[in-house]
């Protein structure tokens, strides 16, 4: 058996390995146009921030490793050309700029995704970075110790993560964000309070620019990024620039070669990860998602669901059968003292999803008042009009927001309706939640709101 | 309307405050033998280890705000004599040492439950303490204060949190448990986890003497405890005693009138809280329970438990209808810098109740190894060999190991398989979780060894 995995970060490294465990004869090649594989690229703002001073603490498993167990390992090998009717792939070595053909006879394609570069004028600088794989971590890093001020283009988990990274190397920010409030993934009404409650924490150190874009840089003489300007004239000088505007999939060559494409713009797998092509799987950042909450289809590029893709993937290509039900949007991220949290739908997402959601939102102390270390934590909590059942929940504040979230998801997973919730048992000491923790607090409050309406 | 309700901690107090709520124009009076009400009894812990000065801290809402509202408070009353058929409790006023009469159209026994004294010669001692009211925590704080050495006999939640609070204080501890290892309400495989942590947490504070019970104490002239012997004879010197040996439900004055007793021995209640009597109900740790995973009948008595039962009864009295579905016996316990938690059924009890529990216990980290704050926790999980039905769930660590447990509890309520339950998608950011969370590893690993069993 000959399989070829294109991509190695999450899916593409756990697919190898977990076949190789399962399909010990089987040849396994795997090529990437990365110069590093399997890596936590979610811990790299935290390498930036200085929590460990190796980047080598970010990779799970070497090539070293991965050529002892047998799979051969191909650095900075990017595919160009599928060609399934051939059953080959037309690989291009970047090193040494030629190509060169590879059979396959199961194929996994785990490229993942690229970050979206919004349409500055001169943005093509130095010091004008994108975060993605360790080298543009090991870049930032080395440029955030000689700066005095940083730029970060959007505010999502990825910006929000630099955010505090940058803070705590002693860099002032400047935090530009299109949508009139940063994390717009959350509601609008939680990401205003996000914003409110970020600067309450350190508004001395970072400035947040919303509703505003970036039209352009400017540069010296030795094209660095001197300063940006946007949409609203606005001019400031900076040291460097991040651009964190969202990523898309890198499905390109594989839409040419007629793997089907869905809807949300990443290529369309069923739930054994396989395309339309049979001997042909996708998984991770490349690939569609499932929301379970109502089977509809998604895209939400996460490390957590890679890895449980590549592994089914895996499963699947050796002769199993593994599904992979699909994902429920659960995503956590801190910055500074805040934890920002969320699982399911959010109420505009609910909506356009054809749901009549209701919500409600309280903000309460995480834990008993009289404790040393009680934080706020604000929750809004989602359930449908017409059937009750949960849609989703959002968190945040200084205390356990996560930990809400988490409790939720196996209410979704169960498809409880929000009055069934109500009568979950949380687990309570005075050091751990209120007496009625805000959860329950809060499902109390949308079951009665629902009843009334 | 006439409503009488008897004992006002947690699911008393909730329940006069939410039938004055639904019934503003009933005459609602108030009978406990407590000197207070309306408090957070689990806060008392935290209060003698200092975290607050004032136990006033602990009053949730004080008698002078019932009254406010036109609830009658009488502290220091209590019911002993319940005639049913006329509708009628003989109640003693303990200040004023005699008797009345109380009339009542409706009746809510929420008495909570009492310290178990294990048999031990010359028991009756000054500076011999259980630790239930408020006094009780004020005198124990007050002697803790100027001690070197206390005794906990029993090594349950409130003896952990006990032991927190002294060697927070400064004093050296000894703590005697009967079973094998401490908290024995946790399978005993976690149990010697949990003692090997907590002794490698802080082992030059405080001994644990498991398998051993206390026989005797010592005395002084004045009546004083100075030492305690055990059944091995072993003799040490105390300045003070804690006897945290359980609990047991107050209900021999309804037992005696004719309100049926459960298996458990606390009172039957149905979902709607009602005893045998249409219009007597009971809450609270005086009441049975029912566990939501296989409807068998229990006794867990816990403050968040008391206070959904509080505003349940009040509800069904008032004429609603709101039914309470049991508990799950969630719990969390912190002890230094160890958190234990659970919830369902441990593996033991599991098979007491004709499951055939399967289950894995992994030792993972608590977030991705590079961050800086990672710690250890140790997750059991048990399912059910013939069904696949997850059963309960045990964490112990450093780490957030009571957010693993809470999130066990939706999927719980939901009767989740573990199969189905592998398919979570739990939030993942690298300060809060591995990428593959250990409960996702151990559910798993679970599923696995179900299957090949």
């Known amino acids: 058996m000959k399989i070829v995995i294109l991509g190695g970060v999450a899916a593409g490294a756990k697919a190898a390995a977990k076949t190789r465990r399962l399909l010990p004869d089987a040849?396994?090649?795997?090529y990437t146009d990365d110069t590093h594989i399997s890596y936590s690229a979610c811990g790299l703002p935290y390498y930036i921030q200085g929590n460990f001073q190796d980047y080598r603490t970010l990779l799970v498993r070497s090539p070293e490793e991965f050529e002892a167990q047998g799979v051969k390992i191909h650095l900075q090998c990017r595919a160009i050309k599928l060609l399934p009717d051939c059953k080959q792939v037309l690989i291009q070595d970047?090193?040494?700029?030629?190509?060169?053909?590879?059979?396959?006879?199961?194929?996994?394609?785990?490229?993942?995704?690229?970050?979206?570069?919004?349409?500055i004028n001169n943005v093509k600088l130095k010091n004008v970075f994108t975060l993605r794989h360790i080298e543009d971590g090991i870049a930032i890093r080395e440029k955030a110790l000689n700066s005095k001020h940083a730029t970060i283009i959007g505010s999502g988990y990825i910006g929000l993560e630099l955010l505090e990274a940058f803070i705590e190397l002693g860099l002032k920010v400047t935090l530009v964000e299109f949508a009139p409030h940063i994390i717009p993934i959350f509601d609008d009404d939680i990401s205003k309070i996000i914003q409110e409650q970020l600067l309450s924490i350190c508004d001395n150190r970072f400035e947040i620019l919303s509703s505003e874009l970036v039209t352009e840089f400017f540069s010296n003489e030795n094209g660095e990024v001197t300063g940006v300007k946007t949409g609203t004239g606005r001019e400031f000088n900076t040291d460097m620039v991040v651009i964190c505007a969202g990523v898309k999939p890198n499905i390109e060559f594989a839409r040419e070669a007629g793997v089907a494409i869905g809807e949300t713009g990443a290529i369309k797998v069923n739930k054994h990860m396989r395309t339309n092509f049979p001997d042909i799987f996708a998984c991770g950042d490349c690939a569609e998602k499932t929301m379970i909450i109502n089977?509809?289809?998604?895209?939400?590029?996460?490390?957590?669901?890679?890895?449980?893709?590549?592994?089914?993937?895996?499963?699947?290509?050796?002769?199993?059968?593994?599904?992979?039900?699909?994902?429920?949007?659960?995503?956590v991220v801190r910055c500074l003292s805040l934890t920002m949290s969320m699982t399911g739908f959010t109420e505009k997402k609910a909506k356009a999803e054809g749901f009549q959601p209701v919500s409600?939102?309280?903000?309460?102390?995480?834990?008993?008042?009289?404790?040393?270390?009680?934080?706020?934590?604000?929750?809004?909590?989602?359930?449908?009009?017409?059937?009750?059942?949960?849609?989703?929940?959002?968190?945040?504040?200084?205390?356990?927001?996560?930990?809400?979230?988490?409790?939720?998801?196996?209410?979704?997973?169960?498809?409880?309706?929000?009055?069934?919730?109500?009568?979950?048992?949380?687990?309570?000491?005075?050091?751990?939640?209120?007496?009625?923790?805000?959860?329950?607090n809060a499902a109390q409050l949308l079951r009665e709101k629902i009843k009334k309406e």
């Open 27 to 30: 040849i396994i090649d795997l």
């Open 94 to 119: 970047l090193r040494e700029n030629r190509a060169f053909l590879v059979d396959y006879e199961q194929l996994v394609i785990a490229t993942g995704a690229r970050p979206v570069i919004p349409p």
């Open 295 to 331: 089977d509809s289809k998604t895209w939400i590029p996460l490390g957590s669901t890679a890895n449980k893709e590549g592994r089914v993937a895996a499963i699947n290509l050796s002769g199993g059968d593994e599904a992979f039900n699909g994902v429920l949007g659960s995503a």
């Open 360 to 440: 409600v939102t309280v903000t309460k102390n995480d834990k008993v008042g009289y404790m040393p270390d009680v934080n706020n934590i604000t929750l809004k909590l989602i359930a449908d009009r017409t059937t009750g059942l949960l849609l989703g929940g959002q968190a945040v504040g200084c205390g356990d927001a996560d930990k809400r979230i988490n409790t939720l998801t196996g209410a979704l997973l169960g498809r409880l309706t929000v009055a069934e919730f109500t009568k979950n048992d949380i687990t309570y000491a005075p050091p751990f939640s209120p007496t009625i923790d805000p959860l329950l």
